[in-house]
Structure formats: C-alpha cells, structure tokens
C-alpha cells in the first residue's frame, strides 16, 4: 500500500479539527452567545497553528533541496494546501459571523459601526475615547518614522491613509495600534427603546481620526484592521555556562521578532496601501498574505458582552462535591481508605485546593512535590505550597519553563516560590515535564505514608472549569513508590530507574504501549476477545499508528474518541477496517487520555498525560497510570461508553475529513450534558453504571472480530463493562 495512503497529515488533521470548531459556532442547538465565542476559539486556535505548525513547515521549506518529506508530501505541498483551507474557512466563518450578526438583532442587539451612531450615542463614544482609549493610543506617522515598527503578535493595527479631496495625490500613512491588551475590544451603548448597542474598539478610534490627525491639513481618514503572526519558535542556544532561564529570557525577547508567517488585512485596503505595506514588511511571496473582513483578532470575541439574556448562554451549572467528600472532610483518612476518581469540570477543583491546604497545615505532613506546566494567573496552587512552607514543610516544585506561551508565567512563578523558599527544578535538559503529580508525604505511626495525586489536566483551577479532565487520589504504595522515583529523576536524571506500574516516557512508555497492543493481537489471532477504547487529544505517532493497523487486521476491535488530530486514516480495507474515531467538541474541551486494553478479560485502565505523539512518547517526561479500583474502573468505563454512545455532539472521523455528525437511532444522548446529569442524580449506592442504561454496553462476543467481520455491524462490537 502507497505510504501516502496511509496516514493524514497533521496540519490537515488539526484544520479538521478547528472546522468542527466552526460548526460549533454554526450549529443552531448552540446558544447564540456561544456560538460567537466559537467563532473567538477558532481565531484563536488559527493564530496558535499559524505561530507553530505553520511556522515549522516554512522553516523546513526553506531547506530547499534538503527538505525533510512530511506525511502527505513536502513542506510546500501541505502549505500550498493549507493555504487554501484557510481561505475556504475564511469564507465559512464570513458567512457565520453575518449569520450571527442578524441573529443577535432578532434579539434587539446590535452591532454598530462609527458610522451607524446615532446623535445621542455619538456624546457617550466621543466621551468615552477620550476618557479611556486616547491616553493609550501612540500613532506612528510611517513615512516620517526612522525604520518601520515592530508589529507584534497577538495584536491589531489600524493602517490609516490621510488625504485630501482636492488634491488626491497628496497622502500620508500611519499605523495605530488598537490597545486590546489594555482597553476591552467592546463598548456596550445607552440602550434606546429597549434595543442593545454595542460598538467594537476599532470603529470607535475610526470615528475619531480627525481628532487623532486634527495638527494635519487631511479632510479623509481611512482606517484598515492588519495583524502580523510571527513564528513562536524559541531559539534556545546549547551555551551550558549560561542558565536555562536566562536563556529563555531572552529567547522571549527575540520571539516578538520573530519570521512573519501570516499578514491579514482587510480586503477593502487601497492596492497601493496593501503594496506599500507589504513592502515596508519585507513579505515574500508564500508569506500567507491573506485578505480579510473588517474585523480581525476574533479571539476577543471570547469576551463578548453579556447583555443579561440567559437563553443565549450555556446553562450555568456548579461543580459539584465529590460524594466522598463532604464538608470538613480529612482527605488523608478518606485516600487512606479507598481511592478518589474526580472528574473536572463536573467535580469541584476545590477538592485539589484543600488536598494542598490540608498538607500545608496538618503536622504529620513533612514535604510536598509536585509539577507544574500551566498555572492559572492569581494561582491558589502556588498560593498553598507558600503557605506549607510557612508551615515548616519541605517543597520541591518542578516547573517546566517551556510550557509553550507560558513561559513568561512559568518564570514568574518559579522566581516567586524561590523567594518563599522551595526548592525549584527546572525540568530535565532535553525533555520537558509534561506529567501532572503530586506526592505528598506524612509520619504516620513513625513512618513514612505517602499520598499521590495523578492528573491528566494541569494544576490549573480556571481551565478545570472548562477542561474535561480526571484525577486520581491514591495512597496504593504501588503507585506512590514509584511517583516518589519520577521526582528523584527530576533530581538525578543521569540515573535510570525500573518501572513496574506506571508507564513513563521516554523509558518504557512507548514499549509498554506496544505490548500491551502486542497482548491483544495475540488474543484476536487465538480467536479470543480483543479490544482497546482509547481517548486521545491528539494521535500523531507513526509507530504506534502502524501498530493500531496491525491489531486491526489480527480482528482487534479499536474505539478510539481522538478530539483533535488524528494521522490514521480509520475504515480502510485490509488496513484499518476495524477501527472507528469519533471527536466529541462542546461545551467544553475534552482534554482527557484514558487508555483501556481487553487484555484477556481482565482489563486494564490507564489515566495518562499523554498523547499519542513522537513528541510525548519520546521527548517528554509523561506518565500513564494503572487503575487498581474496580469501582474507579467501572466508572471511567461508563465515562467512555457514554461517549462512544454521544449521538449529538460526536463527529465521525473518515479518511476524507468530512466532519459528518454521528446520528444513531434512539434517545438522544450528549456525553457532556449527560455525564453531568448522571453525576448529579441519586445513585440509591450504586455506581452511574447500574442506575443509567445508557452507561452500559452489550458483552463482548467470544469470537475474534477477523473471524466474523461479514457480519452486521451490531454484532462487531465487541465492549464489555
């Protein structure tokens, strides 16, 4: 079979990705103010991929002859495709954003530009600009400007012209940037007769141009949004005698001028403003010089104003406590007892919070450990470890400097738990620390107890409210042992050390992986059930995508639940015929990675950080772990039948892309909603499982699926709870 046939390119893959994004934002179901917070997400994901991914594919393209082959073809091939993906797209999210536009006037709300203010509004903007956006406001005339500035990434500029009616030929240009970072991009208006204004930041600095240029003899002013996107690629040197955080310091400062990879502007720009420009921008031919709508940056609209009319949000709903947890709870006794499965963002993250505050306060604890990758920005975490150590406790922070776009943030925090006292390491050289862990460690009986918290999310209480995640509380000295020798790794990583329990990468991840798969392609070929669910945010790695090919063909039946991108191409004959990918995107991000192998009956559930790519299992410090608790089995088991069984929010993912809704007959069932539901009800001391039919799945069949492929496709599906 041609190589070519058998995967799907990345940068192709994740595009699918943000398209099922953008039918988020087109999808009636979803409440109108989401829907246009969807539509910030993709902006927002579209800057990210064009900083990264795009970034690297031109850098490899400039190596001309030497040009490293991609899956799907060269470099230049897949940015000559992803270009017209991107121009595609461009049109769809046009053709949503007018959609909403009128949606949202159905509803008395309206988008306004300077042109449409009315007598009374014009006051309120006029006062409004003086009071709060001209203090921030720092017009470059270009022409006159000893070089041209610096664009940064992440903003927007308006391109002005200035002219003259009478004389045409006499014109300047200036560039302002639309202080986002400091002002809100929306200003909400007087309401008039039960009707909602709001006007963007852009059109309000448009109205006022004569007063901005009001020294020169202009009577037009013309404003164009334009936005740069740099390579975010940090150039860190192999200089040992200089510090990794020096190193990245700086590297920081050179990323903000960084290679163009992306210039937006709006279509309507003059042809010999949009030349001048991309000339003064020194833009080269394949440089993404992309023409746009008015409007840029919709990543704001994330923050789009809440005019008070609940119908057009998501329900509101709280996180809830942990049955096993009630008020008051000594966390310790209640781990010490029986393992604790929270599941973010339908259980509080406050649970993690008190976790840390009891240790920092109770005396038998003696020292804390953990990682940390992303933070949130005023961090409870960092404030109880500082609050442990005041407490006389010992802590050792392992921070992972290059968390991508939080360095800045990383930085910042480990220079604050310094100062406090811990003990900071900052990662291993190589590898980055990937794995969410803590370990915390008490005198019990006058010895040693140790108490393990495994995440597949980050220490991050802001996205455990959007993130969909699991953490497992555990004292199993099986598992704590052997945290405790991942921690001693970030202390001595020259030395390597055996693992029976947990999967880490680089060491025995990868291996692990394959033996496991190993163990079921034995069984399908001794005519025995085999299985593997497998939920994934992204599924990159050749190796292993080979590897789920292979057990396929031996009659293993593959689920896999793969959010964002993934290389295999599922249903193809004599390669991939039974394996099926679904991505669930709602409410909210699915952000977990559970791996469940049949492994003859008995089967085996792992919680993990980790992805399925060359970057996770080879280049990074990650860790999968076994589930012991049959109940926490059981419950991650229904986590994931419910998924499988989502009929609503569930896309099918095919070798062509194509992003078709999963539609099965029956009730109608949202896993996120769902799971939420279900979490919620009284379970009468049964587990979701018993109490809600739709938790279940039918006994997997004795017969291999190689033996009974020609049979219909009910009695292929082979899952056993």
Not at 304 to 320: C, G, R, S, T, W
Not at 528 to 536: F, G, H, P
Request: glycine share 4%; with cysteine.
């Amino acid at each position: 079979m041609a190589e070519k046939y058998k995967f799907v390119n990345r940068e192709i893959s994740w595009l699918s990705f943000n398209d099922r994004v953008l039918q988020e934002a087109e999808d009636k179901r979803v409440p109108l103010i989401e829907r246009i917070k969807f539509l910030g997400i993709y902006s927002a994901n579209s800057d990210e991929f064009f900083r990264v991914r795009v970034a690297s594919l031109k850098r490899m393209a400039d190596l001309g002859g030497k040009t490293p082959l991609v899956f799907g073809g060269t470099p230049q091939k897949i940015l000559g495709q992803i270009q017209e993906i991107v121009i595609r797209h461009r049109h769809t999210f046009d053709k949503i954003y007018l959609e909403l536009l009128d949606e949202l006037e159905k509803h008395k709300i309206f988008i306004i530009n300077e042109k449409q203010l009315s007598q009374q509004q014009v006051q309120f903007v006029r006062n409004y600009f003086h009071l709060k956006v001209r203090p921030s406001l720092v017009p470059i005339m270009i022409e006159s400007a000893p070089e041209f500035p610096i664009l940064k990434d992440k903003m927007i500029y308006l391109g002005i012209k200035l002219s003259k009616k009478e004389e045409p030929a006499d014109k300047k240009y200036a560039l302002i940037e639309v202080p986002t970072d400091i002002v809100s991009r929306f200003l909400v208006l007087p309401d008039i007769d039960d009707k909602h204004y709001i006007i963007i930041l852009d059109d309000i600095i448009r109205y006022c141009l004569n007063e901005i240029f009001s020294i020169f003899e202009y009577d037009i002013f013309e404003a164009y949004t334009i936005k740069v996107t740099r390579d975010a690629e940090l150039d860190l040197d192999d200089d040992v005698s200089e510090s990794l955080l020096n190193k990245l310091s700086k590297s920081l400062k050179q990323r903000k001028r960084g290679r163009p990879v992306r210039f937006i502007y709006d279509e309507e720009m003059p042809m010999d403003m949009l030349k001048f420009l991309t000339r003064k921008l020194h833009l080269r031919k394949g440089d993404n010089v992309t023409p746009g709508a008015r409007y840029h940056n919709f990543k704001d609209f994330i923050k789009f104003p809440d005019i008070d009319k609940q119908a057009m949000h998501y329900e509101q709903v709280n996180p809830l406590p942990h049955p096993r947890i009630g008020d008051n709870a000594n966390l310790f006794k209640l781990i010490q007892q029986k393992d604790i499965l929270l599941q973010y963002p339908y259980h509080s993250f406050g649970h993690t919070i008190d976790l840390l505050r009891e240790a920092a306060i109770d005396p038998q604890v003696v020292s804390i450990k953990i990682t940390l990758y992303r933070l949130a920005e005023n961090s409870n975490v960092v404030n109880a470890l500082i609050n442990a150590m005041k407490n006389g406790k010992t802590v050792t922070a392992t921070v992972e400097l290059q968390a991508r776009f939080d360095e800045e943030a990383n930085i910042y925090w480990a220079n604050k738990l310094r100062e406090e006292g811990a003990k900071v390491i900052f990662g291993v050289p190589g590898l980055k620390v990937h794995c969410k862990l803590c370990l915390i460690t008490r005198i019990e009986k006058r010895k040693q107890v140790q108490y393990a918290y495994l995440a597949t999310g980050n220490f991050n209480e802001s996205t455990a409210r959007m993130y969909s995640d699991h953490a497992l509380m555990t004292a199993d000295p099986r598992i704590t042992t052997e945290i405790d020798k991942i921690f001693s790794l970030f202390d001595n990583f020259f030395k390597t050390l055996p693992f029976k329990h947990l999967l880490v990468s680089p060491y025995y991840m990868r291996s692990g992986l394959v033996s496991l798969i190993d163990k079921e392609i034995k069984n399908a070929k001794a005519g025995k059930t085999a299985y593997m669910i497998l939920k994934l945010n992204s599924l990159v790695d050749e190796e292993m995508i080979k590897k789920l090919y292979t057990a396929s063909n031996a009659g293993v039946k593959i689920d896999l639940i793969v959010r964002g991108i993934c290389s295999l191409k599922p249903g193809v004959k004599s390669m991939s015929e039974n394996i099926s990918v679904i991505s669930i995107v709602d409410k909210y991000l699915e952000h977990s990675r559970i791996f469940i192998f049949c492994n003859g009956g008995a089967e085996k559930i792992f919680i993990s950080s980790a992805d399925w790519m060359n970057r996770n299992l080879d280049y990074r410090i990650e860790v999968a772990c076994p589930i012991y608790d049959e109940n926490i089995k059981q419950e991650l088991r229904g986590f994931l039948n419910l998924q499988l069984k989502d009929n609503t929010k569930a896309r099918i993912i095919d070798k062509e892309q194509t992003n078709i809704y999963k539609n099965t007959k029956g009730p109608k069932i949202r896993a996120q909603m769902d799971m939420y539901k279900l979490l919620t009800a009284p379970l009468n001391g049964k587990g979701p499982h018993d109490t809600f039919p739709e938790m279940k799945t039918p006994m997997a069949p004795a017969q291999n699926q190689k033996l009974k492929k020609q049979e219909p496709d009910k009695k292929m599906l082979i899952v056993k709870d």
